[in-house]
């Protein structure tokens, strides 16, 4: 199963599950509701409580200070130590891709060797071990299709051939080549969810995890 068929699959599941992480809930909280309780209400409580999140991030919630963007130097940059922040770009999440919009940073960083911290995705595993292909996403409580999420909010990582990983829940260092790739994880025909034309737009060809 390539990557886009596998993202295919685990995207509307990962809705309602990044609403229960979202709010350090068990999942059977949300993700099991009673059955009398509708998909449409369970979504609906998925995307309010991420949205929410998200403001909090912002800064727009009362009391909350807004998260710091910790961007690169250049010389980290050309080190190949990045952050998400630096994967950042004009799109809104269900946008079409406009390459144009890709950063002079970006565009610096493709073909050359990084180190980007994240979390696996759990839901786009099929096994926990030998893994040689998984989502990375920049942090393990908001997931990178959810509503409110944007393109860059997700690395597709391809262990480099004879590499493999195994899945763990804490965060993570991948070291590999950085790659924007605007064919291979496009939409069939290129209309997705939302009007969104990708899945993704980066990819790492992972040289270790650790």
Excluded at 39 to 44: D, G, L, N, Y
Excluded at 84 to 95: M, V
Excluded at 136 to 149: I, K, S, Y
């Amino acid at each position: 199963m390539d990557a886009r068929q596998m993202l295919l699959n685990c995207r509307i599941p990962l809705m309602a599950m990044a609403g229960c992480l979202a709010v350090g809930t068990m999942l059977p909280a949300l993700c099991f509701a009673d059955d009398s309780q509708t998909q449409k209400e369970r979504t609906a409580t998925a995307r309010s409580i991420i949205e929410q999140r998200r403001a909090a991030m912002r800064g727009e919630a009362a009391g909350r200070e807004k998260v710091e963007i910790r961007k690169s130097s250049q010389a980290d940059l050309a080190k190949g130590d990045i952050t998400f922040d630096d994967l950042t770009f004009d799109i809104e999440k269900g946008e079409v891709f406009d390459e144009e919009k890709l950063t002079k940073e970006l565009k610096f960083l493709n073909g050359r060797n990084v180190r980007l911290r994240g979390y696996m995705l759990p839901s786009t595993l099929y096994k926990e071990t030998d893994i040689d292909k998984f989502v990375l996403v920049r942090d393990n409580q908001e997931c990178c299709f959810g509503p409110g999420a944007a393109l860059f909010d997700c690395v597709m990582i391809e262990m480099q051939p004879g590499r493999t990983t195994d899945f763990v829940p804490r965060p993570i260092m991948v070291e590999g080549k950085f790659v924007l790739d605007t064919e291979k994880y496009r939409y069939p025909g290129g209309k997705g969810p939302d009007g969104a034309s990708h899945m993704a737009v980066f990819r790492i060809e992972g040289l270790r995890v650790r």
